[in-house]
């Protein structure tokens, strides 16, 4: 006689149904709108400013010249994107390196930790702007110091969310683990990692847009190249059209690479509570 088998969910656990495709467009759509509804206000807004002549035209650049120097110059505007891309990112995987391993190093050595951390909080404190001339001095005006400008920018928030998501492991976890007979390197791996990652990737967020400030602070103090020339150029010769589509275009720079560790974050954390559909949150 066959037996079939059926799968029982344990006492006291429901099971849950996993979201449909529509379920995530319609979230999509419900965390999207108010942003885009702000960014539409803010453009009308600008519009009218522009077009009842609040302010000249060498002030605030109208959306119409702004957005027709860009496509009168989406080559110049590309080559240059481009390269403050790259330097953004070069900085951004840097600063991503050295934060998690010196993270991890303070983590497990107090001494280090108590001896690294002032001089961190130290050279956070020092406007970069200040220290990049001296990058331009000992590098060149190469990418290289808009690089490491991008790296100390990003660097601190990545070094200080890691240090908090790896002391936030339940001490009880750990003892668990030794008990069990697990090294440290399996402990790290299997229990601070992934309780570290929630942490991580909201100093990634904070980083990834300060990569993109840091490469343009380098930008400003020397260089021939980037989005950071294109509008020290632009305001040098009063040019608002061009100006402001350097801005903008910095601006959705940031936005991309926020995005994407954004995306990055779904697909890797799949089970925190933040990336649930049925979250619980205050809605308006």
């Given at each position: 006689m066959?037996?079939?088998?059926?799968?029982?969910?344990?006492?006291?656990?429901?099971?849950?149904?996993?979201?449909?495709?529509?379920?995530?467009?319609?979230?999509?759509?419900h965390?999207a709108?108010?942003?885009?509804?702000?960014?539409?206000?803010?453009?009308v807004?600008?519009?009218?400013?522009?077009?009842?002549?609040?302010?000249?035209?060498?002030?605030?650049?109208?959306?119409?010249?702004?957005?027709?120097v860009?496509?009168?110059?989406?080559?110049?505007?590309?080559?240059n994107?481009?390269?403050?891309?790259?330097?953004?990112?070069?900085?951004?995987?840097?600063?991503?390196?050295?934060g998690?391993?010196?993270?991890?190093?303070?983590?497990?050595?107090?001494?280090?930790?108590?001896?690294?951390?002032?001089?961190?909080?130290?050279?956070?404190?020092?406007?970069?702007?200040?220290?990049?001339?001296?990058?331009?001095?000992?590098?060149?005006?190469?990418?290289?110091?808009?690089?490491?400008?991008?790296?100390?920018?990003?660097?601190?928030?990545?070094?200080?969310?890691?240090?908090?998501?790896?002391?936030?492991?339940?001490?009880?976890?750990l003892?668990?683990?030794?008990?069990?007979?697990?090294?440290?390197?399996?402990?790290?791996?299997?229990?601070?990692?992934?309780?570290?990652?929630?942490?991580?990737?909201?100093?990634?967020?904070?980083?990834?847009?300060?990569?993109?400030t840091?490469?343009?602070?380098?930008?400003?103090?020397?260089?021939?190249?980037?989005?950071?020339y294109?509008?020290?150029?632009?305001?040098?010769?009063?040019?608002?059209?061009?100006?402001?589509?350097?801005?903008?275009?910095?601006?959705?720079?940031?936005v991309?690479?926020?995005?994407?560790?954004?995306?990055?974050?779904?697909?890797?954390?799949?089970?925190?509570?933040?990336?649930?559909?049925?979250?619980?949150?205050?809605s308006?």
């Amino acid at each position: 006689m066959a037996v079939e088998s059926a799968q029982v969910a344990p006492a006291g656990v429901a099971e849950r149904d996993r979201p449909s495709t529509a379920e995530r467009a319609l979230k999509i759509i419900h965390q999207a709108w108010r942003p885009v509804a702000l960014l539409a206000l803010l453009f009308v807004a600008w519009w009218v400013v522009t077009a009842t002549e609040l302010v000249e035209p060498y002030l605030v650049a109208s959306p119409g010249d702004t957005f027709a120097v860009i496509a009168e110059k989406s080559d110049y505007f590309w080559d240059n994107t481009l390269v403050t891309a790259w330097e953004t990112i070069a900085g951004f995987v840097i600063s991503i390196v050295i934060g998690v391993l010196t993270a991890v190093i303070m983590v497990y050595s107090t001494t280090i930790e108590r001896t690294l951390y002032p001089l961190l909080l130290f050279a956070q404190v020092i406007p970069k702007i200040a220290i990049a001339p001296l990058f331009v001095v000992w590098l060149g005006t190469d990418l290289a110091p808009k690089i490491v400008v991008a790296v100390l920018m990003a660097f601190f928030p990545i070094v200080i969310s890691m240090v908090t998501g790896l002391k936030s492991v339940d001490p009880e976890m750990l003892q668990l683990s030794a008990t069990m007979g697990a090294g440290p390197a399996k402990t790290f791996y299997k229990i601070r990692l992934p309780a570290s990652l929630p942490h991580l990737f909201s100093g990634l967020k904070i980083g990834a847009t300060l990569a993109v400030t840091g490469a343009v602070v380098g930008e400003f103090v020397g260089a021939n190249e980037g989005l950071g020339y294109v509008i020290q150029q632009a305001n040098g010769n009063f040019d608002t059209p061009v100006l402001f589509a350097g801005l903008i275009i910095m601006s959705l720079l940031g936005v991309v690479l926020f995005a994407l560790v954004e995306l990055l974050e779904y697909f890797v954390l799949p089970w925190h509570a933040s990336r649930r559909i049925d979250a619980a949150t205050t809605s308006l």
